[in-house]
């Protein structure tokens, strides 16, 4: 096998409307492609793909279900108070280590996604310039 890189990650939503609101309107993430029942966000590397659960089947609970979603923002404060103020739930508050900081948050279905600002021992590397998820 030569995979060549991750193509997407693809999520089971309940509410497919709702997430694409979440994800595109409140993250800030761009709609690649849209068809009535799957949804591309990103505009490079692997792409979020949403699409509904089975209606059948019963959506497990997401907080157990092993998967994060890491976003790499320019300020962590700034994104998790933009967030806050639009009514996200914050799973965790920052966190602060050698690395960088880190707060993780819950979307919709209560998939947990991490906010992660990394550190630079070259402080001219640091990220600037951003509120939130946008250049200010």
């Known amino acids: 096998m ?11 939503v309940k509410d ?11 993250i800030g993430l761009p709609i690649k492609n849209q068809r009535r029942t799957w ?5 490079s590397g692997a792409l979020l793909s949403l699409h509904p659960a089975s209606l059948t089947e019963q959506h497990g609970n997401a907080l157990e279900s092993g998967i994060t979603i ?15 103020e639009k009514g996200v739930k914050i799973h965790r508050e920052i966190v602060e280590k050698d690395a960088g900081k880190n707060a993780v948050i819950s ?6 996604i991490s906010l ?5 021992s070259d402080k001219a590397e640091q990220t600037g310039g951003y509120h939130g998820f946008t250049p200010a």
């Open 2 to 12: 030569n995979i060549k890189k991750v193509g997407n990650v693809i999520l089971a």
């Open 16 to 26: 497919l409307d709702k997430s694409i609101q979440f994800y595109n309107e409140i």
């Open 39 to 43: 949804v591309d966000l990103g505009t």
């Open 70 to 84: 890491g976003f790499l923002v320019g300020d962590v404060k700034s994104a998790v108070e933009e967030l806050r």
């Open 107 to 112: 979307d919709p279905d209560d998939y947990l």
């Open 116 to 120: 992660f600002e990394p550190s630079f």
